[in-house]
């Protein structure tokens, strides 16, 4: 089975970065996509950015010029900066990694906290 291990959430800031990391341990099949999500209190988990096996990048509009998402393919992991961070980026954050197979896996979730 895989299990991806997210680390980076805190309490930042208004203003603050925050880099959020995510990487696979047991991975057996070729990843395709590389994606964060978040989900706020009371509201649907919605997707932040992307990543694809060729590099291409997806951005929520709220993250467009403020987040950026990246990968180490070698060593499995995604990565989110997040920069100038706002009070409602305040959210549980998840990481999922869509297989060529078997689908996608999810990460636990790490927490987010944007005080003003």
């Known amino acids: 089975q895989v299990q991806l291990v997210e680390s980076g959430g805190g309490l930042v800031q208004a203003g603050g970065s925050l880099r959020l990391a995510c990487a696979a341990a047991g991975s057996i099949f070729t990843i395709v996509r590389m994606a964060w999500y978040r989900q706020a209190p009371g509201k649907q988990r919605e997707l932040v950015a992307s990543?694809?096996?060729?590099?291409?990048?997806d951005y929520a509009e709220f993250a467009k010029d403020r987040f950026t998402i990246s990968r180490d393919s070698a060593k499995n992991t995604v990565y989110l900066q997040m920069n100038s961070l706002k009070p409602e980026d305040t959210a549980d954050y998840y990481c999922?990694?869509?297989?060529?197979?078997?689908?996608?896996?999810w990460g636990q979730g790490t927490q987010v906290t944007v005080s003003s």
């Open positions: 990543i694809g096996s060729g590099g291409r990048v």
């Open positions: 999922n990694f869509l297989t060529s197979k078997w689908g996608d896996y």
